[in-house]
């Protein structure tokens, strides 16, 4: 997994924000520090919580410019429905292939998971886990849940993003 003080992975990929459109993280990046939420899957209650929890407390982040993008293994067709759902205001990438997971050390089998039914390497899904990137591409904090039923400590986030603008 990627730490304090490492180099950001540049990637590119769809975002859902209520249409498609294409997410650059270094293009993003020059508006301000990124927080990267990675959360393993759309309408499962953790990963609500964790999304709503973002969208409740976005004002912070838009005080320092910071954007929140949430990153899971969906289709930018299910993250739409789940902001729309959610009522959620930022933008959530869809790393179908498990590649930008892969980038940032927090890429998981659903077999870890102990899914039925699931062999080994059938899906690459995100960790739970925050990264904020500063405006140089650093990473400036870095978090990955034991489980993915615990949640960030979202005060810590604020922080490091206010740290990071």
């Given at each position: 997994?990627?730490?304090?003080?490492?180099?950001?992975?540049a990637?590119?990929?769809?975002?859902?924000?209520?249409?498609?459109?294409?997410?650059?993280?270094?293009?993003?990046?020059?508006?301000?520090?990124?927080?990267?939420?990675?959360?393993?899957?759309?309408?499962?209650?953790?990963?609500?919580?964790?999304?709503?929890?973002?969208?409740?407390?976005?004002?912070?982040?838009?005080?320092?410019?910071?954007?929140?993008?949430?990153?899971?293994?969906?289709?930018?067709?299910?993250?739409?429905?789940?902001?729309?759902?959610?009522?959620?205001?930022?933008?959530?990438?869809?790393?179908?292939?498990?590649?930008?997971?892969?980038?940032?050390?927090?890429?998981?089998?659903?077999?870890?998971?102990?899914?039925?039914g699931?062999?080994?390497?059938?899906?690459?899904?995100?960790?739970?886990?925050?990264?904020?990137?500063?405006?140089?591409?650093?990473?400036?904090?870095?978090?990955?849940?034991?489980?993915?039923?615990?949640?960030?400590?979202?005060?810590?986030?604020?922080?490091a993003?206010?740290?990071?603008?």
């Open positions: 997994m990627l730490d304090h003080g490492d180099d950001a992975p990637f590119t990929a769809p975002m859902a924000n209520g249409d498609i459109e294409v997410f650059s993280l270094t293009e993003a990046l020059e508006d301000g520090p990124v927080v990267l939420a990675f959360f393993p899957g759309a309408f499962t209650s953790t990963c609500t919580t964790e999304l709503c929890t973002f969208r409740d407390r976005l004002g912070a982040f838009e005080d320092v410019d910071a954007t929140v993008v949430g990153i899971s293994a969906d289709t930018p067709f299910t993250l739409n429905e789940f902001r729309d759902d959610q009522g959620l205001q930022f933008g959530l990438v869809s790393d179908v292939s498990g590649d930008i997971a892969a980038a940032y050390g927090v890429a998981s089998d659903l077999a870890d998971l102990t899914v039925p699931v062999a080994p390497g059938d899906m690459t899904i995100p960790q739970r886990s925050v990264f904020v990137v500063d405006s140089s591409g650093t990473v400036t904090y870095a978090w990955a849940g034991e489980t993915p039923k615990v949640e960030p400590d979202y005060d810590d986030v604020e922080a993003a206010v740290d990071a603008a």
